[in-house]
């Protein structure tokens, strides 16, 4: 059974940092696209961040020369390392990607993490 698990959420003053990540297990082929996505109080979930299993990226403007993500292939892992994070930035950010599992008569599919929460606050 595919499973995403996100770590490394928290509390932070603005301008500090945080590093998030999001590990997938279960019986995995390949993992193709991988993202972030983020939802706060009241708004619709947004995408922050997204990398291509070849390691091409694009962000959200509103993340855009603060956020990074990335991948380590290997370990199933992806990475978002956030810098000067702004109040704004309070959400619970959800990692996404999409897998092919080991049963190869099946095409990929769409998973979802449970969601790690982020607040910036002083």
Do not use: H
């Not at 945080?18 to 939802?39: E, H, K, N, T, V």
């Not at 009241?42 to 997204?50: D, N, P, S, T, Y």
């Amino acid at each position: 059974q595919v499973q995403l698990v996100e770590s490394g959420g928290g509390l932070v003053q603005p301008g500090g940092s945080l590093r998030l990540s999001c590990a997938a297990s279960g019986g995995i082929f390949i993992i193709y696209d991988m993202a972030w996505y983020r939802q706060a109080p009241g708004k619709q979930r947004e995408l922050v961040a997204a990398i291509t299993s070849g390691g091409r990226t694009n962000y959200a403007d509103s993340v855009k020369g603060r956020f990074t993500i990335s991948r380590d292939n290997a370990k199933n892992t992806m990475y978002l390392q956030m810098n000067s994070l702004k109040p704004e930035d309070t959400a619970v950010y959800y990692c996404n990607a999409d897998i092919r599992d080991r049963d190869l008569s099946r095409p990929s599919s769409d998973y979802w993490g449970q969601g790690t929460q982020v607040t910036v606050s002083s």
